[in-house]
């Protein structure tokens, strides 16, 4: 008996760890600037939000718990408009393992200024994958899918396709919401212009890099640091490339917003001439951050 229940206790933990859920997302709801809110509510709001995000399988694959997306929601809601609507922003960040090592580094670091939701106590969140008739869970699959996206797009080259393809279904259903975010003629930074961006041909030299700046280059500077920075090197040329077709794509700002403060710890520990090249890349595409480049100048000579 005590063998059988043994046995049981190993097959089920193994199924529960082979099956778990794509994502380990944690969700903080801040209300601060609303006053006199009820407080248990927004405490509800975060946990229904936390289950929908970590408990619902948005892919085909099997993922370990070991293999989760590291991602983090910030929500900072700063108006109550009625006693079940919403608005504020949501900060995404999302962090991806580096091969051989203990260190992580960051895929997406977006703020969404466009967070227009409601929200029932106590009732299920639902997305309906065909039309958006719930604006906070069309927003967080959205999301969940750009999450998708960007990881496997930085394992394979172009692998995140079909998760993009999914985030701009969302975006179609909701051409008729009332709320922004969703529209062209908003902005050219929202969702809209984002999953656009990511999927427009003319622009595949932007996920080129994700991958090659990620797998062949990263990945690599545990064991080979100098040929990984030399692929992370070369994959800005890519960056360059869609820069000079369209400088102003929000795609260039999402990896400048993730990954300017990394790339001068990594070209700081650089060759002179490395680091030359690489900062006179940086401070075309991303001239906002140029006294932060110029650090990497400044450093010590390997």
């Avoid at 509510?41 to 892919?59: A, H």
């Avoid at 995404?92 to 703020?111: A, C, D, G, M, Y």
């Avoid at 975010?181 to 050219?188: L, N």
Wanted: proline residues 3%; glycine residues 2%.
């Amino acid at each position: 008996m005590k063998r059988s229940l043994l046995l049981f206790i190993v097959v089920f933990a193994s199924v529960f760890i082979v099956c778990g859920q794509e994502l380990r997302c944690n969700i903080s709801v801040s209300a601060t600037q609303i006053q006199g809110a009820n407080r248990e509510m927004f405490q509800t709001m975060q946990s229904d939000m936390y289950e929908f995000m970590n408990n619902r399988k948005w892919t085909e694959y099997k993922y370990a718990i070991d293999e989760r997306i590291e991602c983090s929601f910030f929500i900072n809601l700063t108006e109550q408009i009625s006693s079940d609507e919403f608005k504020g922003s949501l900060q995404v960040q999302v962090r991806r393992p580096v091969f051989n090592s203990s260190f992580e580094t960051t895929l997406l670091n977006i703020k969404d200024n466009n967070f227009h939701v409601r929200y029932v106590e106590y009732q299920k969140l639902e997305f309906n994958e065909t039309s958006n008739k719930d604006n906070l869970t069309s927003i967080l699959a959205f999301y969940a899918y750009v999450i998708l996206g960007m990881d496997f797009d930085s394992f394979s080259p172009e692998g995140g396709t079909p998760y993009f393809q999914k985030a701009q279904a969302i975006v179609n259903n909701s051409q008729n919401a009332r709320e922004t975010g969703w529209k062209a003629y908003e902005s050219e930074r929202n969702r809209y212009w984002m999953i656009e961006n990511l999927l427009n041909k003319s622009y595949a030299p932007f996920r080129a890099c994700i991958y090659q700046y990620h797998r062949q280059g990263l990945d690599l500077m545990a064991d080979k640091p100098a040929e990984g920075r030399a692929a992370i090197a070369d994959a800005l040329k890519n960056i360059q490339k869609v820069f000079r077709t369209r400088p102003s794509l929000y795609i260039l700002q999402m990896f400048f917003d993730a990954k300017s403060d990394e790339l001068v710890n990594i070209f700081s520990k650089s060759f002179p001439d490395e680091r030359s090249r690489v900062v006179t890349i940086l401070e075309e595409c991303d001239p906002s951050n140029t006294s932060k480049y110029e650090k990497i100048l400044k450093s010590e000579s390997l």
